[in-house]
């Protein structure tokens, strides 16, 4: 085993969720994932709390929405709420050999499951207001999110590992120094209300007043490395372009271009994936309105790879989130959806109460 997955594991159960004893930690993979499964097992264990493991097999997904039937799809089990109740950590870890299993699958079935998991993702979401449920997200680097990032599977690890920190003697003390770093912006746009965005086939104003901005330092997604909150639900108001390929559920949208009226998506286009654009935004009621807005600051993250964990923390963009809001900022919004878009800002321009805060992907502050 790479000793490096023994740190990533480390950083996961000591720093992310500072596991603590007899609390209960699910971890979820792949068979893909062995390797960092079980060096997370371990890891929970060695901090006296009680690991459970869930994995899904390849392919499953599929199978599923190829076969199942309306009230198969709407079916939340016990077990399932069980879990959502009683847990006190979860380590998600993405790891799928086909990313594009789902692209042929009638987009209404993955919405309709979709819509239905809000129950869960809402016993979670209260639960973590509470201060009793923490989760973290990584991706291990697997044959098949190495093709969609157009590398070999030996250069996507070592981009993984990079992305990390993982290559540095105390990922936990590299991490600290991110979330220094980025503590001083996010102290800055606390005090802002107003937030205009200009750029490519862009003019979007937002209000942010009264939201709380959160610093993203390696406790939920590693790699981490952005700043973002939920804006005011009705505020949204203009146009915005997104270059960057969306994708959700394995499916790829290219080009989309949304336009906002009173905070809701009132025209929704695409280049490529429109179709499928429109079917997720038309989940539940809040899919139309943003959850997020919020600034990718992870220089050290260069390659765009398709795969959202990675590609929102790019330095120098900002992403938008239609569908979930999140409590912790003050964000109302709920939604079975929660779909990130992302933008290069290299050459726009961003304005906090009409003073100009961020220009060609820096901030100026």
Excluded at 75 to 103: M, P, Q, W
Excluded at 215 to 226: A, F, I, Q, S, Y
């Amino acid at each position: 085993m790479d000793p490096r997955i023994k740190k990533w594991a480390e950083l996961l159960v000591r720093y992310s969720l500072e596991i603590k004893e007899k609390e209960i930690v699910l971890i979820r993979g792949t068979p893909n994932c062995q390797p960092l499964v079980k060096a997370c097992y371990e890891e929970v264990l060695k901090a006296g709390a009680y690991p459970m493991v869930r994995l899904s097999f390849d392919g499953q997904s599929y199978i599923f929405y190829k076969l199942a039937e309306e009230h198969q799809l709407t079916h939340i089990s016990e077990i399932d709420r069980v879990t959502a109740k009683t847990i006190h950590g979860l380590i998600s870890i993405i790891g799928e050999s086909n990313t594009k299993e789902l692209t042929n699958i009638p987009h209404e079935k993955i919405a309709k499951s979709r819509a239905a998991y809000r129950q869960i993702r809402d016993i979670l979401d209260e639960r973590e207001l509470k201060g009793e449920f923490r989760w973290v997200l990584t991706a291990y680097p697997t044959t098949g999110l190495a093709q969609d990032a157009e590398m070999s599977t030996e250069e996507f690890e070592e981009f993984v590992y990079e992305a990390c920190g993982l290559n540095h003697e105390d990922p936990v003390a590299y991490w600290k120094g991110v979330a220094e770093e980025q503590q001083r912006i996010v102290d800055y746009l606390n005090g802002v209300k107003t937030l205009r965005y200009v750029g490519r086939e862009t003019e979007l104003t937002v209000s942010v007043e009264g939201r709380k901005w959160i610093n993203c330092k390696g406790e939920r997604n590693m790699p981490d490395g952005e700043v973002f909150t939920s804006p005011v639900e009705d505020s949204a108001e203009g146009h915005i372009y997104f270059d960057f390929p969306a994708v959700y559920s394995g499916v790829e949208v290219i080009g989309v271009r949304l336009k906002f009226e009173k905070g809701k998506i009132v025209e929704a286009k695409a280049e490529k994936g429109e179709e499928f654009l429109n079917k997720m935004l038309d989940t539940d009621e809040g899919a139309r309105y943003l959850g997020e807005v919020a600034f990718g600051l992870n220089r050290g993250i260069k390659r765009f790879t398709k795969d959202i964990l990675f590609d929102e923390k790019i330095g120098g963009t900002i992403h938008m989130a239609a569908g979930a809001a999140y409590p912790e900022t003050g964000g109302k919004n709920k939604s079975g959806l929660h779909w990130d878009f992302i933008k290069s800002m290299r050459d726009g321009e961003v304005y906090a109460d009409g003073k100009l805060i961020y220009k060609n992907g820096e901030f100026l502050i």
